[in-house]
């Protein structure tokens, strides 16, 4: 008798057996017990302490070095985990400035503080609208991120389990096969990013599209539907096309494979199609605005060519995530592979890598087990997409040449399905190990079974299907090898960069990590053989082990990923956003490197130029004006705006900023401060500064004083960013006139250290002393005549005024034109490069605004401007105008946004190139400006058709099979699938 056979039979016999057995099988199973508790502790022991408030899951150790937390509120502070540097300056500000809206009863459509404003809520880009970032609706984002992951796992883990239970699968492998891809690389590294929110959802829509495959109902397609519509909502379309590319094959191959190709094959398709346009039409109202608004910005540097693909010897970080460095600073040596951890680690677990190649092995017994054409689909998928991530070549190549999914995305995303896949496969090699110790059939088509088994088998066959698991085993281990060598190479030749020739640290971490991931293998593979061969009452603890390995590793991993901070680090407040608040308006800032970074501001709700987010086009040819280079050369993309052209010394005085509405620029202690320098670096003699002991000297230049300077003589001097140094300026009255410190950090000997000190105010001949204090230790530095040497920075009539220093330096930039500002006066210049030279060279007057082409007329006349709103997706302004002229607004606004005056439309118009205008009459007006980007409204009626459409379409549905039932009369309207119900394994 076959095996198929005697399971068949324990399946009748179990048929038969007492009630009071049937009511002991009911209690939870102990196999099921142990891999929830596996998964319940990989997601509460890795989350941690931030569930319950005690840390954050935000890395704001990065805030750190931006200045004023440098020497501030962060000092000390290192980062815990690198490579997080997005989500800490525009997604976590996002998320917040998002939730703050929220919870006051406003949904802001559209971010105004960074790059002259993007996108918020109103399109998927920062994927807030996504059912999995509920948490930040109604939580501190400090908090949020925590639950925000917590539901991911969820999401993750019920839509494989629910996905694999329609496979035949038992409950222990389904629950296992949620932990594999919830442990995976993909949904653990993009930590607070959008693209884990839209990965979630990738198990759900295969169970979807597998519930189409097997039933003709209408509420399956609305799954597909409800499905898509998460995923495109979450914010990273990338994932969602790999996702729903791999789907439509599923679809094609199980349908086909199912039903041969008759009419019921094609209803599968259709019935799969509309469930995704479904989708699409239901959230419509956010994916018309997203493709009008991408339509308007600057996009470059995306391009991809078959070289880009993660290397080969990666794939060593399947069982070893750390093999080739850490993100962690105080663990190893810094990841050092071509391109940063979360872009190429692969990470899946020993135990389901094992799993997975027992799944392959065991071939016959896999496709047996799943429905038609499963075992061998989610084979060849899962290949395929190893050999496009990894190999790259020609198929990757071919790839490239459809539009957008793998032409302008980096292939790594990929890894959300491949992760998917392995762990589908994991799932089915577990049950094949249950199966084999229990003795029993998944499923209860006994006679289909049978069938199958008697048409596989042919003559000669049965004694070469065991050298298919040798050879796929062999492969691995022979792959592994190979594997090893390319990464120990790799790191050799790092360890020879570092002048270890025979190897050193790189060579050494990477073999201790490679140790762990091959012990966590062996006791894989122990616990797998002890599952297959021990009798049927010892394997319990076998199986039970499995679920625990793979948890526990995946602990191992996440914890040596996951920032855990302190919630009072978390973007604080300090006097410089206190100052800006107070003093900015309804202008914006900007500053150098060291004082911005990103989008961190708009958190604080404070307007700035720069940010990290896509570019409205014309804007950034704006900004591209300005010194130097703003955005990354390709192959990086033009989303974050660099301040460097700035640090070279010269004062931030481009006629463009003025037109931008720059009123405020920051600059970090350690940039010398902007003016007239007068250099002493003594006579020779040295003058040593006692700590907490002031020396009084008279400052060598007088007036307005930006900067005073001391110039450090001991040789090797380096900063212990604990010793200040703080300087009182007095008049010759002996009042303090200003009075500032600055920690020591960047001090080098030979060189004027200066404290940046806010005394513009002082009247110009006015005699000062300086009284220099040094705290926390002592300071030998340069003489003259027995007194330190005092270098000085003097204010200057650059434009610029020093108001405020602490810890950070603020200038307020005086020929800053308002960002709502009135043109009496037009210059047309339709050519681009002669309009943006003409606003760069600052020929342009500045009651006048250039326009591309001709308009309204304007009278020269003077206007009076008033703002009442200025809020996300509103602006409304009072104009009270002796003569017909523009209203020019310094937002990156004109493709998007709609404005009337006095409640009829008018057009708003390009102006000063980047910016935009919309042409007022003389008199007293009421402007106002809303976002209303093309075709929005459109969108929205089709979202809520829809919705009406599913829910009619359901409801109707759930009536007639209710009516049908109460008659009994007329079949089941739903045949069921010719593929086994699952059964608890």
Not at 305 to 331: C, K, M, N, S, W
Not at 534 to 545: E, G, S, T, V
Not at 703 to 714: E, M, N, Y
Not at 721 to 748: F, G
Request: net charge neutral; proline share 7%.
């Amino acid at each position: 008798m076959s095996s198929t056979q005697e399971l068949a039979i324990r399946r009748l016999e179990a048929a038969a057996e007492p009630a009071s057995h049937l009511r002991r099988r009911r209690r939870p199973d102990a196999l099921v017990t142990v891999v929830v508790l596996a998964i319940g502790a990989f997601a509460l022991a890795g989350i941690g302490s931030p569930l319950w408030g005690q840390t954050s899951l935000t890395e704001t150790g990065l805030l750190g070095r931006v200045s004023p937390y440098t020497d501030g509120q962060l000092l000390g502070v290192e980062r815990q985990t690198y490579d997080l540097g997005d989500t800490v300056d525009a997604a976590i500000p996002n998320a917040a400035l998002f939730g703050d809206a929220i919870r006051d009863g406003e949904w802001p459509s559209w971010n105004p503080y960074v790059l002259g404003g993007e996108t918020l809520g109103g399109t998927p880009n920062a994927g807030l609208a996504s059912p999995v970032a509920l948490p930040f609706w109604f939580l501190p984002a400090w908090l949020a991120p925590a639950y925000v992951l917590l539901l991911q796992i969820v999401v993750a883990v019920g839509g494989c389990y629910l996905f694999l239970r329609r496979l035949r699968l038992g409950k222990p492998a389904a629950l296992l096969g949620g932990l594999a891809y919830a442990t995976s690389a993909f949904m653990v590294v993009w930590l607070n990013w959008p693209q884990t929110r839209v990965a979630a959802f990738i198990p759900a829509l295969f169970w979807a599209l597998e519930c189409v495959i097997q039933n003709r109902r209408i509420r399956d397609a609305a799954l597909v539907a409800l499905t898509v519509a998460a995923m495109l909502l979450g914010g990273f379309p990338a994932v969602t096309g790999y996702a729903l590319a791999t789907g439509s094959c599923y679809v094609v191959v199980r349908a086909v494979a199912e039903y041969g190709w008759v009419g019921r094959t094609m209803g599968v398709w259709i019935r799969a199609l509309v469930g995704v346009g479904t989708g699409a039409a239901l959230v419509a109202i956010q994916l018309v605005p997203w493709v009008s608004t991408m339509s308007t910005v600057l996009l470059r540097g995306r391009a991809q060519t078959p070289e880009d693909h993660i290397p080969t010897q990666v794939l060593l970080t399947t069982i070893a995530p750390y093999v080739f460095g850490t993100v962690r600073p105080d663990q190893g040596p810094y990841w050092y592979e071509a391109r940063i951890f979360l872009e190429e680690v692969s990470y899946v677990g020993a135990g389901v890598g094992v799993l997975a190649i027992v799944a392959v092995a065991l071939a016959r017994s896999g496709r047996v087990a799943l429905p038609r054409a499963t075992w061998w689909f989610f084979v060849a998928a899962t290949g395929a997409w190893g050999v496009v991530i990894y190999l790259g070549g020609p198929p990757l190549a071919l790839l490239q040449r459809l539009p957008y999914l793998f032409s302008d995305n980096a292939v790594d995303r990929a890894r959300s399905i491949l992760g998917f896949g392995i762990a589908v496969l994991a799932a089915v090699g577990f049950q094949l190990l249950l199966d084999r110790a229990r003795d029993r059939v998944p499923g209860r088509d006994r006679r289909r079974l049978l069938l199958d088994r008697a048409r596989d088998r042919v003559p000669g066959r049965d004694r070469l299907r065991p050298l298919w698991g040798v050879a796929v085993w062999t492969g691995v281990v022979a792959v592994g090898g190979v594997l090893y060598l390319r990464a120990r190479r790799y790191a050799l030749v790092h360890d020879t960069a570092w002048g270890f020739a025979g190897g050193g640290p790189h060579l050494g971490f990477l073999h201790d990590e490679l140790e762990n991931g091959v012990a966590f293998v062996l006791a894989a593979l122990g616990a797998a053989a002890w599952l297959w061969f021990a009798p049927p009452r010892r394997r319990f603890f076998a199986a039970a082990l499995i679920p625990l390995l793979v948890a526990w590793q995946g602990l191992l991993w996440v914890q040596n990923y996951y920032p855990h901070t302190d919630p009072k680090d978390f973007y604080p407040v300090s006097g410089v956003h206190e100052h800006l608040a107070a003093n900015l308006g309804h202008e914006r800032f900007w500053g150098s490197t060291g004082a911005v970074l990103g989008g961190v501001h708009s958190l604080h709700r404070l307007r700035g130029l720069q940010g990290h987010s896509f570019v409205e086009t014309r804007f950034a040819e704006l900004l591209e004006k300005l010194p130097g280079e703003q955005f990354s050369a390709p192959p990086k993309p033009a989303t974050f705006l660099w301040p460097d052209p700035l640090n070279n010394g010269s004062s931030p005085t481009s006629p463009i900023l003025d037109r931008l509405s720059i009123a405020e620029y920051v600059t970090p202690p350690t940039q010398k401060p902007f003016g007239v320098e007068t250099e002493d670096t003594g006579d020779g003699s040295t003058h040593t500064l006692s700590a907490d002991r002031p020396v009084t000297v008279r400052v060598p230049v007088s007036g307005p004083i930006r900067g005073i300077g001391v110039t450090p003589a001991t040789a090797g001097i380096a900063a212990t960013h604990t010793l200040r140094i703080s300087v009182v300026l007095r008049d010759a009255s002996d009042r303090e006139v200003a009075s500032a410190d600055r920690l020591d950090r960047a001090i080098s000997a030979g060189t004027p250290f200066y404290v940046p000190i806010a005394a513009e105010d002082v009247p110009r001949g006015t005699t000062l002393t300086a009284e220099i204090t040094v705290r926390g230790g002592s300071l030998v530095v340069a003489g003259r005549n027995g007194a330190p040497a005092v270098s000085t920075i003097a204010g200057t009539n650059d434009g610029l005024k020093l108001v405020y220093v602490e810890n950070a330096v603020i200038y307020q930039r005086t020929t800053a034109l308002p960002r709502a500002r009135w043109a009496s006066a037009t210059i047309v210049e339709p050519d681009a490069a002669k309009r943006l030279d003409l606003l760069a060279d600052g020929s342009v007057a500045s009651d006048a605004v250039v326009l591309d082409a001709p308009g309204g007329v304007t009278d020269g006349r003077p206007a009076d401007v008033r703002w009442h709103t200025d809020g996300f997706d509103e602006m409304r302004l009072t104009v009270d105008a002796e003569g017909a002229g523009y209203l020019v607004l310094a937002d990156a606004i004109q493709p998007t946004w709609a404005v009337t005056v006095d409640g009829t439309a008018a057009d708003l118009v390009r102006a000063d190139h980047g910016l935009a205008a919309v042409h007022v009459p003389a008199g007293r007006h009421i402007v106002a400006f809303r976002y209303a980007p093309r075709y929005a409204a459109l969108g929205a009626w089709v979202s809520v058709g829809t919705v009406v459409l599913v829910v009619v379409a359901v409801g109707g549905e759930w009536i007639h099979l209710r009516r049908r039932r109460a008659v009994g009369t007329g079949a089941p309207a739903s045949a069921p699938a010719e593929t086994p119900t699952p059964v608890d394994a």
